[in-house]
């Protein structure tokens, strides 16, 4: 079964860190660029982030530039969103996607698109 699983979600007080991890099953990532998308309560899905295939490229949304990192590690099949000096706004439930082409995968997490098929997510809260 294809499918990519989101992990590493949790409780956290501002200004804290956590570290989202998206592992694939049954393919292999490293043929995929992987974004990352968030879902807060009541609000639409916004794009977050993406890294290219290779890890040489990638994109922030203004929102979390200079405090979200991604990186990937292709041996272990596994893409990382590290966050850091989190803010009660990026509670959310969070998604990762994966796409054969970085630049439409861009396209996607720019414009927040839904792209259609998502995995379970996981669950980041910020809160004291």
């Known amino acids: 079964q294809v499918q990519l699983v989101e992990s590493g979600g949790g409780l956290v007080q501002p200004g804290g860190s956590l570290r989202l991890s998206c592992a694939a099953s049954?393919?292999?990532?490293?043929?995929?660029?992987i974004g990352w998308f968030r879902q807060a309560p009541g609000k639409e899905r916004e794009g977050v982030s993406c890294?290219?295939?290779?890890?040489?490229?990638?994109y922030f949304a203004d929102s979390v530039k200079g405090r979200f990192t991604i990186s990937r590690d292709n041996a272990k099949n596994t893409v990382y969103l590290q966050m850091n000096s989190l803010k009660p706004e990026d509670t959310a439930v969070y998604y990762c996607?994966?796409?054969?082409?970085?630049?439409?995968?861009?396209?996607?997490?720019?414009?927040?698109?839904?792209?259609?098929?998502w995995g379970q997510g996981t669950q980041v809260t910020v809160s004291s």
């Open positions: 996607a994966a796409d054969s082409l970085f630049g439409r995968l861009l396209g996607y997490v720019q414009t927040s698109a839904d792209i259609g098929s």
């Open positions: 049954g393919f292999t990532l490293d043929s995929y660029a």
């Open positions: 890294v290219s295939r290779s890890g040489g490229d990638t």
